[in-house]
């Protein structure tokens, strides 16, 4: 069974960092492409971040271009994604999600990681 | 970049076809998928490259895509399908995934 399980989450300051895991199983980690989506309260879905399977390939989204981090340990079969100088409206559910190479579907998602930015 | 645009709501009486439309410019060209996300939960993929179900997706899932306007349509509609549908395309230019904003299906 493909799981996918994020954690990391809380409640952080503005201009504070934070970093979020996805540890997975039930699948070949090496093969895959990973994203993170995010999901605003009561909004949509919003795509931020895709790594390839051999972390030679990279996009952002331009609202978190220059403030996140995306990485991946094959090893370790585990995603991350390091976010600094957060704002208020980063606040959202984090989903881990994997695809099979830039462009294919996303086919499995993580429950979600719930990130709180505020004083 | 590109805008994909879904009808905030849709609602569908039990046992009839619903259908939720997402534009976008010359959407045609591109792979469309579908995703279903009910209250509380992740989303789940229902529909990929314009048509595909994955399996474990009931074949009242179909989509088509043409022109400037891909569709999923819900046949047979049932109580337990009333969630919330997001497209999703993958921009070449910008390298980006896109995802409509969203349809709230009701099921009356």
């Known amino acids: 069974e493909v799981q996918l399980v994020e954690s990391g989450g809380g409640l952080v300051q503005p201009g504070g960092s934070l970093r979020l895991s996805c540890t997975t199983s039930g699948f070949t980690f090496s093969r895959c492409g990973l994203n993170w989506v995010r999901q605003a309260p009561g909004k949509g879905l919003e795509w931020i971040s895709y790594i390839s399977s051999g972390s030679d390939t990279i996009y952002h989204a331009d609202s978190v271009k220059g403030r996140i981090t995306i990485s991946r340990d094959n090893a370790k079969n585990s995603l991350y994604l390091q976010m600094n100088s957060l704002r208020v409206e980063d606040t959202a559910v984090y989903y881990c999600?994997?695809?099979?190479?830039?462009?294919?579907?996303?086919?499995?998602w993580g429950q979600g990681t719930l990130v709180t930015v505020s004083s | 970049s590109y805008v994909l645009t879904q009808p905030p709501s849709v609602s569908g009486a039990p046992g009839k076809t619903a259908r939720i439309t997402c534009e976008g410019n010359?959407?045609?060209?591109?792979?469309v998928a579908w995703y279903q996300q009910k209250t509380g939960q992740a989303p789940v993929l229902v529909i990929y490259?314009?048509?595909d179900r994955p399996s474990g997706i009931p074949e009242r899932f179909s989509g088509s895509n043409s022109g400037n306007t891909a569709t999923l349509t819900i046949s047979r509609v049932e109580v337990g399908d009333e969630a919330d549908y997001y497209c999703q395309v993958w921009d070449r230019n910008s390298d980006h995934w896109v995802f409509g904003g969203g349809t709230k299906l009701t099921v009356l």
């Open positions: 490259y314009d048509s």
């Open positions: 010359r959407i045609g060209g591109k792979s």
């Open positions: 999600a994997r695809d099979n190479g830039a462009g294919t579907p996303i086919d499995y």
